[in-house]
């Protein structure tokens, strides 16, 4: 039978509320328990009797709007996996909270002493946590569950960056690592990363946030936990690691840009936001004590603010979020502009460039003063080819292969710069938890403003070492006259001008992202930016290529005969298909300014003719 309150059958609504009932009498947390149970008074609202036609209909839309909420609230237990949990806050086993997050921790406890059983001593776990709504409290949480049997739990001395609690798990030989913290998700977000080492993991994975088959494992033990009232938690009894880990974190961070021109690195004026996010006065400090002192601070975004006032989205990589930080260095004149995300293990980098002056029309602004943001692959070719340069100085480290690594959707230009330097090169599929496995690894980065440009003290991305690097290269360049562009175009004589671009398609219909890549699979397109294509690779069956084989991924990747590459693949984090562009323009070696600039405009160009046919190929025409 129908609920006419919902336009639902009556079974369904009776086991919705029956869920919802027993969610809140096993919720910890009075605020989301309050939240669930108003959502399920209105959801069962009636007008009253005689009550009018447009108030009648009033009370069914905000019943049904109720209804279709804690449908989504209850469609199942938020998802854990190799990324941990990431949601947006609220009451339900669908969202972030007390009650999903107790539960997580129970089955990771649950987990490492599997893992480590009869091992002494008991499990050591690390526990970071960031600025937004409720970290602090999910990082209690989660200490008072491990402690309460038997498992040594260290807790970050406050709200500090990603990076700091990636290193605390290698320095302190932790078996795992926890932080919470949604990156540069939206204010409504938190999130839960898992990190393993110690005992647990021992190659070169060591420290490093988990990958299959550990996400299934933790999944499975997170589901056994029968409620939240079963899971004992302890009111005391861990340890808050004091200030020195955040010193020594600061040191080492420092470290990665050795004794150099002490006037260039003291010259070199830096502006940095950390997009109200915890990595502001930390990234400043290792910048500082690295010899960069002119580092000014976009004052609106320096303190954590868990609402992100500022910006529409804490991501550098999107529209408008550093356009205060661009805007205070176009004032200044500064040299570069360095923005850390929200939990500070990405970085965004802005330079003068030539090429991007814009004619001022009406108010002057930073992009008319020829201000741009870098794209990661170019933040990335730049660490890499200086990563390579620093090897050919101070030579490789005994019994290792020196390796180059990124994801399979970054530009080729590394595996070029590798091949040049005679370093072996490493292709990964997408993320961290897969670049920073890598043997050998120096320098690791993907497109999405990750660079790992430390991994014997942090294997994760890291934008506080990636920071001091890139200003340590700008530095050495400025004393010679010189920018990061000219390193660009330097990389582009040598290797010929490779330009990256992207093209997504959000789907509210989650079903279409299937559709979509099998669509694509059955009929991929015959040329590309008028080019034939002449290899697509079905990355679902895995590769076995020169680069390494990589294991199966939902994904596909084509080359057309002019070198031009399409990596297309569904996002692992939003309801997204992105496809992941690059072309090559041959450079002449001893090619001048002018070339440069023609090889530019080519290459834009053809980026523009491929962007067109991809959203063809995707069934993206006219959106």
């Known amino acids: 039978m129908t609920d006419e309150r919902t336009g639902t059958d009556g079974d369904g609504w009776a086991r919705l509320v029956t869920q919802v009932d027993a969610w809140v009498a096993d919720d910890p947390d009075p605020v989301t328990a309050d939240e669930l149970t108003a959502l399920l008074r209105v959801a069962r609202e009636t007008p009253e009797p005689g009550a009018s036609e447009p108030v009648a209909h009033l009370v069914h839309r905000d019943a049904a709007t109720a209804r279709a909420e804690l449908e989504d ?20 086993p669908h969202r972030m909270n007390r009650a999903v997050v107790i539960r997580a921790a129970a089955g990771l406890a649950d987990f490492l002493l599997g893992e480590l059983e009869g091992a002494t001593p008991a499990p050591r776990v690390v526990v970071g946590y960031d600025a937004r709504h409720n970290s602090h409290r999910f990082a209690l949480d989660t200490a008072a569950v491990m402690t309460a049997v038997g498992i040594e739990v260290l807790l970050l001395p406050r709200a500090l960056p990603t ?39 021992t190659d070169a994975g060591q420290g490093a946030q988990i990958v299959p088959p550990a996400d299934t494992a933790i999944a499975a033990a997170i589901a056994r936990v029968p409620s939240v009232a079963s899971v004992p938690r302890a009111s005391t009894g861990w340890t808050v690691l004091g200030e020195d880990v955040v010193d020594e974190y600061a040191r080492t961070a420092a470290a990665v840009a050795p004794d150099g021109d002490a006037d260039a690195r003291a010259r070199l004026k830096v502006v940095l936001t950390p997009l109200h996010g915890v990595g502001g006065a930390l990234t400043k400090d290792v910048l500082a004590r690295a010899g960069f002192g002119d580092v000014t601070l976009v004052a609106e975004q320096a303190e954590p603010d868990p609402d992100f006032p500022t910006v529409a989205f804490p991501n550098p990589e999107e529209p408008g979020a550093t356009d205060l930080a661009l805007a205070l260095a176009s004032a200044m004149r500064a040299d570069l502009v360095v923005a850390v995300d929200p939990d500070a293990d990405r970085c965004a980098v802005a330079v003068l460039d030539p090429r991007a002056h814009i004619p001022a029309r009406g108010p002057e602004t930073p992009q008319a003063d020829g201000w741009r943001m870098l794209t990661g692959d170019e933040v990335g070719a730049l660490l890499g080819a200086d990563a390579a340069d620093r090897l050919r100085t101070a030579g490789s ?23 040049a330097a005679g370093l072996r090169f490493a292709s990964t599929l997408t993320g961290f938890k897969w670049i920073s496995r890598v043997d050998g690894l120096v320098f690791g980065y993907e497109e999405a403003l990750g660079y790992c440009v430390d991994p014997a003290h942090v294997r994760d991305k890291d ?38 671009g ?14 979509t890549m099998t669509a694509l699979r059955e ?34 990747r084509l080359l ?45 160009h053809r980026l523009d003719d491929l962007a067109r046919d991809v959203r063809t190929a995707l069934g993206l025409d006219g959106s």
């Open 73 to 92: 609230r209850f469609s199942g237990l938020l998802q854990f996996g190799t990324a941990g949990l990431r949601g947006a806050l609220g009451g339900g």
């Open 463 to 500: 934008g506080m070492t990636a920071a001091v690097r890139v200003c340590d290269l700008a530095a050495r360049l400025a004393a010679q006259g010189r920018t990061l562009v000219d390193a660009l175009d330097d990389l582009a004589r040598a290797h010929g001008l490779h330009a990256t």
């Open 523 to 556: 009929a991929p397109p015959a040329t590309l930016a008028g080019s034939p294509v002449v290899e697509v690779v079905d990355l679902a069956a895995g590769t076995d290529d020169d680069r390494g084989g990589l294991p199966p991924t939902d994904g596909l």
């Open 397 to 419: 480290p005994a019994g290792s292969t020196p390796t180059l690594a990124c994801s399979i959707v970054s530009s080729r230009l590394l595996a070029a710069v590798a091949a």
């Open 163 to 201: 990076p700091v609690l990636a290193r605390a798990v290698r320095r302190f030989d932790a078996d795992a690592g926890v932080m919470v913290t949604a990156s540069h998700n939206p204010p409504q977000d938190n999130g839960y990363k898992v990190y393993l080492g110690g005992r647990v993991v």
């Open 502 to 515: 992207q093209v997504s398609a959000r789907f509210a219909d989650l079903s279409r992202i299937g559709a």
């Open 560 to 604: 057309t005969a002019d070198g031009t590459r399409v990596v297309v693949r569904p996002s692992g984090t939003e309801p997204k298909v992105k496809a992941y562009l690059e072309v090559v323009v041959p450079v002449a070696a001893d090619a001048e300014r002018a070339e440069l600039d023609a090889a530019h405009r080519t290459a834009r």
